[in-house]
């Protein structure tokens, strides 16, 4: 929001697509994909497709912030402090990637 009143509207709208938009999107499909079990195989098929490619564009915004970091502390522009919503955000990253690779290889066995 910060970066909204500032004026910031380009890299306002970079992350809040890459941060917000994709991985809500992508947990969207999972469960899409997880409470649907009359699909043919090919529907499932290209589902997960979306959800790995929704997962590789979510990603984009870790190196964005990773970016700002990095270039606000060589200006000596700001100070990191890692608090625990680091360690739940790497977990929810983790799970479902997880929980993506495991539908793949289940849909995989079906055929």
Do not use: N
Not at 16 to 29: A, D, N, Q, T, Y
Not at 35 to 53: A, G, I
Not at 85 to 108: K, N, P
Request: hydrophobic residues 55%.
């Amino acid at each position: 929001m910060r970066l909204f009143q500032e004026g910031e509207y380009a890299l306002f709208g970079i992350i809040l697509v890459f941060s917000v938009v994709f991985p809500m999107l992508k947990i969207g499909l999972l469960f899409v994909v997880c409470q649907t079990t009359r699909w043919t195989q090919t529907r499932m098929r290209t589902l997960l497709h979306w959800v790995s490619v929704t997962g590789r564009w979510s990603m984009l915004d870790v190196f964005i912030v990773a970016l700002l970091v990095v270039i606000g502390k060589v200006r000596g522009l700001s100070e990191v402090h890692v608090h625990y919503g680091l360690y739940v955000f790497a977990a929810a990253v983790i799970l479902i990637h997880i929980t993506a690779f495991r539908l793949e290889t289940m849909v995989q066995q079906r055929h």
